[in-house]
């Protein structure tokens, strides 16, 4: 029984392990990763961000060359390609030799095929050019090699039949298992093949193949001399549907009624719209504007402002019709119609959020936080700049004021980077994994001036 509850709480905390989201970090050169319990995952080592989505691996650059990592940060596949591509699923290619493009367009490269999420390699064979994969449960590759194109199971790694072509291959939509049927060109005509039995589905003695959509389905149009013949997935010849009996080609329908044209109506909004009366005096009315027809529904004053600017305007009927930005004493913040401060002048100013106009900005001291658009407060002015809104992980990128780089939660205001003690720690375990390639007098007396360097130059702790 305890063994059971042992081995219980050891898949609950692998779940929870697993679930955990990561996020990409920056000290402002290389890129690290951080979970959502702010725990480093990786220090910085990356040339660039990575991103692991709903995958459990993710490709990275380091020094230049491409591998991939799992979510734990450890290596799946080691940094030695020259660029590494996901391509469909689990797999990817990895270039072994990347020398640009031929006059015709197409990549000088080398390549094998990997799986990414276990990090073996799945056909040792270098290839020229990764034609099309087959979405179907075979998984296989058409791929040029040489002059050659040839079939490739993504499960074994090895080759399916003969080779073909040195043409385009395509694979035609899975339908009804059909998946592994492919177009392929062989000695100059076209046909389509069963890529796992090598059987001809349609000779390669047309000019050209293509699927189309005919007779509520889709089909396969070859043509030969001009003329059009039409196939389903199996090869079988598709005829046209005889006419049903007592349908006619001519057809009959009332006669088409036209509504006179109504000419284009003008609707006007009202808005809220802010006079300055001079001397900290403000009127502000909420009108409907048109061509020459203006009305005034609400008029308002506010005094006592060195500034007053619109933030929002909704309707009478909303719980704030409308958002103020104002200004007293040098300091600004947010008011209603009436006056009643909504938002205390304690920053030096507040404008729409650029990434996302839904949120505020407050900035103090050089520094910037977020509002939301309800005015409780999603981050304290402690960040430098709310660089991007990030689709991949529904959060915002953001700059601390020294430079360190990394992500948000806009729901929480939590910010995805490391604190004091994790920087310590992290410095410490890169000078003692580094040791014995930094044996010199004086190492030890540097240790601690190191140690303080690195805490000061992160953004949370001023410069």
Not at 111 to 136: E, H, I, R
């Amino acid at each position: 029984m305890k063994n059971i509850a042992y081995l219980s709480l050891v898949l609950l905390s692998l779940t929870s392990a697993a679930q955990t989201p990561v996020y990409p970090y920056s000290d402002g050169h290389r890129w690290g990763l951080i979970n959502a319990n702010l725990q480093v995952i990786a220090p910085p080592q990356f040339d660039t961000s990575v991103f692991f989505g709903r995958e459990s691996f993710a490709i990275a650059i380091k020094n230049k060359k491409y591998g991939v990592i799992g979510s734990d940060g450890k290596n799946l596949i080691d940094f030695n390609y020259y660029r590494l591509d996901h391509y469909q699923e689990e797999f990817g290619r990895g270039y072994t030799r990347y020398d640009g493009y031929t006059k015709e367009g197409y990549p000088i490269i080398k390549f094998v095929l990997l799986n990414l999420a276990t990090g073996k390699v799945v056909s040792p064979v270098s290839y020229d050019v990764l034609w099309d994969y087959c979405d179907c449960p075979d998984k296989v590759f058409s791929i040029r090699k040489d002059t050659q194109t040839v079939f490739v199971s993504g499960i074994t790694g090895k080759q399916l039949g003969k080779g073909y072509g040195p043409g385009e291959v395509l694979f035609l939509p899975e339908q009804r298992g059909s998946g592994n049927k492919a177009i392929v060109q062989h000695n100059g005509q076209y046909g389509v093949i069963d890529a796992m039995t090598g059987a001809w589905i349609v000779p390669a003695q047309y000019e050209a193949i293509s699927q189309t959509y005919r007779h509520n389905q889709i089909t396969v149009e070859a043509v030969a001399k001009g003329v059009k013949q039409y196939f389903d997935y199996n090869g079988k010849p598709i005829q046209k549907p005889k006419p049903q009996p007592g349908s006619s080609k001519e057809s009959t329908s009332s006669p088409m009624v036209m509504e006179a044209a109504v000419p284009d109506q003008q609707w006007y909004a009202k808005d809220l719209y802010v006079r300055n009366l001079g001397d900290g005096n403000w009127k502000l009315t909420v009108e409907t504007r048109g061509t020459g027809n203006n009305q005034v529904h609400q008029t308002y004053e506010l005094k006592g402002y060195t500034n007053v600017e619109k933030v929002a305007y909704y309707d009478e009927q909303h719980k704030l019709p409308a958002l103020l930005k104002a200004v007293k004493d040098g300091k600004t913040g947010i008011v209603d119609l009436s006056g009643n401060v909504l938002v205390p002048f304690m920053y030096d100013n507040i404008e729409s959020l650029k990434v996302h106009n839904f949120y505020l900005q407050t900035s103090l001291n050089n520094k910037i936080g977020v509002l939301r658009r309800d005015l409780t407060e999603l981050s304290k002015p402690v960040m430098k700049q709310v660089m991007a809104d990030e689709p991949r992980l529904k959060d915002w990128y953001v700059e601390m004021p020294n430079g360190y780089r990394g992500y948000m939660d806009v729901e929480t205001g939590k910010i995805f980077i490391p604190g004091e003690s994790d920087l310590l720690f992290l410095k410490r375990q890169f000078t003692n994994t580094n040791r014995n390639n930094r044996i010199g007098p004086g190492f030890v007396a540097h240790q601690a001036r190191e140690d303080r360097y690195y805490i000061r130059r992160h953004p949370f702790f001023g410069a």
